[in-house]
């Protein structure tokens, strides 16, 4: 996992993006607008939700080349 991955965070179910590496198997991350929710701004990686949240907890989503 790296800063600019994206993640699903396994208690929730959402989707997020990692924005830091904390040390000791921890990650900073903020959680992306659901496109069900805001079909307009679908593609924004603005949030208002923050996290730190263990490896173990995050779920890498695979990125289609």
């Known amino acids: 996992m790296n800063p600019g991955d994206t993640v699903v965070v396994r208690a929730t179910g959402r989707r997020a993006r990692i924005v830091e590496e904390r040390g000791n198997g921890f990650y900073a991350i903020e959680y992306l607008p659901e496109p ?9 990686v603005v949030s208002q939700e923050a996290g730190i949240y263990r490896a173990g907890d995050l779920e890498v989503v695979e990125q289609a080349d």
Do not use: G, L, M, Q
């Open 36 to 44: 069900s929710e805001d079909p307009i701004d679908r593609d924004t």
